[in-house]
């Protein structure tokens, strides 16, 4: 259930210890359309947005102090947040649903890993991971933030060496791949 309110989402997000995820829409919005007739409504995506998250949306052009606040200027936009409204991970646009599900593990995981809950974020991100299609764009940036939350979380080098080093070899063209420097 999507609230409207940000003091209530707030409230809630407290009580419920999960990170709110804020959606700004307005009227007229393309991209909104296509979440709500195509992403929105997978399975999935609605499971893990209510197990996962307060649930917020906001419309750009009348929350004009939330939007400056957190310089939100494009919809569809979403930001996760945690109880006092500071925002950890922001996403603008449309996205299908495989590939918005990455972008809900990696909001949940930079909302919760500043709190030092490693292992929450670490679970989340590998929620259904092996699922997801290799050609997923977003795929090595989910792998990378699970390589760091598990070095984090276990000190331990050589599995996250060996992590990075796998993302260089599958997915060489990636962004995450160019930020392995061992030899």
């Known amino acids: 259930m999507w609230l409207s309110n940000l003091e209530q989402a707030n409230e809630e997000s407290l009580k419920s210890h999960k990170p709110v995820l804020l959606q700004f829409e307005m009227e007229g919005c393309g991209g909104c359309k296509k979440l709500y ?75 919760m890993m500043p709190k030092g809950k490693y292992a929450e974020a670490v679970q989340v991100m590998n929620t259904s991971s092996e699922g997801f299609s290799d050609a997923n764009p977003l795929l090595p940036k989910l792998l990378t933030q699970i390589g760091i939350a598990n070095y984090i979380k276990t000190k331990d080098k050589p599995a996250f060496m060996k992590a990075m080093k796998d993302i260089q070899i599958k997915y060489p063209a990636s962004l995450e791949a160019r930020m392995y420097f061992w030899d």
């Open 37 to 111: 007739a195509e992403t929105y409504t997978d399975p999935k995506v609605k499971q893990e947005m209510s197990e996962w998250f307060v649930l917020l949306k906001l419309d750009l052009i009348k929350d004009r102090d939330i939007r400056r606040e957190l310089a939100a200027y494009w919809t569809p936009s979403f930001y996760f947040l945690d109880h006092t409204g500071k925002s950890y991970y922001n996403f603008n646009g449309y996205l299908p649903a495989d590939e918005f599900r990455i972008i809900l593990r990696l909001g949940y995981a930079d909302a």
